[in-house]
């Protein structure tokens, strides 16, 4: 469904975590319209002194009641705003915006992977989604302590969910990425959301993975004709490995060209428009854009 | 999640502060207070309303830009922010603009600036896209055909390293239909070559304007930079060499550090600052352009608001051009169309021309350079 400029109705707000926060909105178009992977460009109160929207991903929606949440850290004054909305409140939303996870239709088993809470949200509507079309889904996530782990109530009872911490003070000691050998022959398709080095690691695994682990290639049977067009939806369902990018966005509409990230052939690509979800074979991971 | 039940509260002071919607929907269908018109007012004006249910045919808020462009309004979007005119569709009426200002674009495709591009600054954005576009042909291919239908003008903005790429552009564009004039970016500050350095010399930037000049019959705004000491010989010397019209003003050159401190923010080290913050700048270049040129002036540089408009038009722009605002608010131009339909009407007034140059001095004032005026 495109894209639309409405206000939507703050229904629920809550820190769930430290400084991090979990808000419901009712925004029916969204709820309606929205695919796993996709974003809202939402505009705050009127801050002096603040031009920009800011993105969140969508972190679930309820198509019952119409209502969207959004899972954000406080890191600055726009987010800080948010956390004073009291229910009721109003905010001037942009959205549903960019393209989608693509999930393969015989993909039974699917990984997400998730760095941070900025992980989590870019990943957690995509787990509604895999439990809703009966696939079974284990999430990793990586987070700094035990404190800063997402709640495991706050997620479908049927996802398997294993959490790496850096300190160890719960599950194991170490990254997300540490944890990603102990389930990459398990998984049909990879799914990852976090901080762009953490992606760029499971980029550089995902792109071995065939000559490591000797497993086909998803689509390899319809081989004889042409092969799809790099970055189109059917290219992306092939890809064992799905990333959402965060960038810095201005118009996330594609406009004014601030989002881009380079892409594999040498052009960037706009995290708004083609993004934010790639297969991680479109992106120049070493350009270090 | 589970959608909790619905508390509207009325004395919460974001319920109050953000009618989006309200504001949304009034641009389409104006709901204003009627009988403001005082009473020796324009009746003409009066009686066309109760008749005429488009209260905005009843001002004629057209501009004309010379060479044959004529705007429906003096709202335009500014190049760069508006990509070329597509990207908002599903949520702008992009009809109802006076003109769009495509993303400025080059002969050959060019891949832009490193990330990140652009950055949040006090009341302002600074970016350095570096005029990532795909090139001047593609453009034609992919967007010309698009524009031919539409009723709204539509302005290319060209950049070049060469006077040889800027005619080698237009002279491509000459003829194209769907293509409404040229906007001459001289002034693009995040650009190695070419780009900034026409806009800081009054002869190079005369020289360009001509070449480019000669070879069009396109309509040919030229785009100035606050990026100098004294803008009016520049100006000047475009105005000379045969611009139907002026922008000012493109971004001024500025720079953000990265969080962590150990070096600047942005990819392409400085980015071009827009926004609210260059307002009080870019009104001063309008005002002072105003004075020593005899073409008409089109504003750009912060416009948020209608009362912003007026502030431009009095210090003698015919038009105005609407950017980095649109971020936050893509409907704040067409809605400015409204707004400002509804202040003439409320003044009595037919159009806005009269609004124009309300507050340029009589006699030409000195420029803001104090160094001259200062000498002992």
Redesign the interface.
Known sequence: MSMRLASAELVDSREILPREWLQAFHAPHVALGSRAGQFVHVRGGDLSGLVLRRPFSINTADRASGTITLHFRVQGRATDWFTHLRPGDRIDLLGPLGRPFEVDARSRHLLLVAGGSAGIAGLRMLADEAVRDGRQVTLLLGAESARHVYPSNLLPDEVEYVVATEDGSLGRRGTVADLVPDYEAWADQAFAAGPAPMLATLARLAATRRHRLGVAKLGRKRGHGRADPIGSPAARRKAFLQVALRQRMGCAVGACLGCVVMGAAGTPLRTCREGPVFAAEEIDWEAGW | ?????????TG?R??K??P??RR?RSAIVPARPRGATPAGGDGRSIVARDHEPDESAAVDLSVDLGRGLVLENPILVAA????YGV??D??VEVERLGAVCT?GTTLKPR??N???????T????L?S?GL?NPGIDAVIDRYAPIWRGWRVPVIVNVAGESVGDYVEVVRRLDGVAGVAGIELNISCPNVGRGGVQFAVDPDAAGAVTAAVRRATELPLLVKLSPNVADVRPIARAVADAGADALTAINTLSGLAVAPDRDRPLL?NVYGGLS??AIRPIALRVVFEVAQVVEIPVIAVGGVTELSDVLDYLAAGAVAVEVG????????LPVRLVDELADECRRRGLGGCASLVGTALPKRPLPSSVKGVEYRP
């Open positions: 999640m589970k959608a909790k039940k619905r508390v509207v509260t919460n974001v319920a502060r953000t989006t919607v949304i760069g922010t508006f990509g990207e908002y599903e949520v993303k891949i832009g490193r990330t990140p591009r652009v950055a949040e006090p009341g302002g954005l970016n896209i990532q990819g926004g609210p980095t605002a649109i971020f936050a608010d893509p409907t």
